[in-house]
C-alpha cells in the first residue's frame, strides 16, 4: 500500500511563474490537508479538503493560492505569480473517514515539494 | 485548539530513555492529545495519541497526567533514527486538521 505521494519533490520558479503541486492520498483515503513550512519554522495549515469539496481553507492566503481535490485524480495545489516569499516546503497529508463518534484519524504525510522561487 | 507548550530542544543519549514533556493547561473534554514527529527533511509522522489513560505502542508509550493538563512522551530506548522534531498536538473530537506548535528538537548523542 504505497504512502501518499507527492510530486514534484523538488521545483523551480522564477518570480511570477506558476506552481502546481500534486498529492495523490493512500488508498482509501478521502480526506487530504496542505501544510507549507517555511525555512527552519514548524508546519501552517493551509487547507482541508476532501473529495470536491473544500472543508477547511483558513489557512490559504487569499490571492494567488488555490486547491482542489477532483472526484478522479491527485490534489492539487496552485501558486500563480510566485514571489520569493512562496519558498518553502508544501507537505501533502491524508486520513480515511472518521466517525462522528471520535477521533482518532492518523495523519499520513508525504515527504513534501520543495518550491524554491528565483 | 488549545494551546500546548513544549521545551524547545533536549539532549538524550543514545540507548538512553527519553521523556519529552507537554503542557496543556487549557485542554478541553474533548480534546486528544496527539504526537507527531519530524525527522530531517521529511514529513511528519504520527507517533502516539492519547484521551485519558496511558497508551503504549510499538514506537512510545504516552503518559497522560490524571488532570489531563501535561503528557510525557516516553521513548524507552532512543536510536540515532530518533533525533527529529517532537510535536504534542490537541486535537478536538470532529476537527480533523492538526494544528503544529514549535516542537521539541530532539538530539541523541552517541
Known amino acids: 500500500n504505497a504512502g501518499v505521494m507527492q510530486n514534484p519533490r523538488h521545483l523551480v520558479r522564477r518570480r511570477g511563474q506558476e506552481a502546481r503541486l500534486r498529492c495523490s492520498p493512500m488508498?482509501?483515503?478521502?480526506?487530504v490537508y496542505w501544510y507549507r513550512q517555511l525555512p527552519e519554522e514548524g508546519l501552517k495549515f493551509m487547507v482541508y479538503?476532501?473529495?470536491?469539496?473544500?472543508?477547511?481553507e483558513s489557512g490559504m492566503p487569499k490571492e494567488r493560492f488555490s486547491a482542489e481535490f477532483p472526484k478522479e485524480g491527485p490534489s492539487i495545489l496552485r501558486i500563480q505569480q510566485v514571489v520569493r516569499g512562496d519558498s518553502a516546503a508544501y507537505f501533502c497529508?491524508?486520513?480515511?473517514?472518521?466517525?462522528?463518534?471520535?477521533?482518532?484519524?492518523?495523519?499520513?504525510f508525504g515527504e513534501g515539494s520543495r518550491l524554491t522561487v528565483l | 485548539d488549545a494551546k500546548t507548550t513544549q521545551p524547545n530542544s533536549m539532549e538524550s543519549n543514545e540507548e538512553e530513555p527519553v521523556h519529552l514533556p507537554c503542557n496543556h493547561s487549557t485542554i478541553s473534554g474533548t480534546d486528544y492529545i496527539h504526537w507527531y514527529r519530524q525527522l530531517p527533511s521529511q514529513g511528519p509522522e504520527y507517533v502516539i495519541h492519547g484521551l485519558t489513560s496511558n497508551v503504549n505502542n510499538r514506537m512510545a508509550s504516552l503518559a497522560i497526567a490524571e488532570d489531563r493538563k501535561s503528557s510525557t512522551l516516553i521513548l524507552h530506548r532512543a536510536t540515532l533514527r530518533d533525533a527529529a522534531v517532537y510535536y504534542c498536538?490537541?486535537?478536538?473530537?470532529?476537527?480533523?486538521?492538526?494544528?503544529f506548535g514549535t516542537g521539541t528538537r530532539l538530539t541523541i548523542i552517541p
Open positions: 488508498k482509501g483515503h478521502s480526506h
Open positions: 479538503l476532501q473529495k470536491e469539496n473544500i472543508i477547511d
Open positions: 498536538i490537541l486535537r478536538s473530537r470532529g476537527n480533523e486538521k492538526l494544528t
Open positions: 497529508a491524508s486520513s480515511a473517514f472518521v466517525s462522528s463518534g471520535g477521533n482518532t484519524g492518523e495523519l499520513f
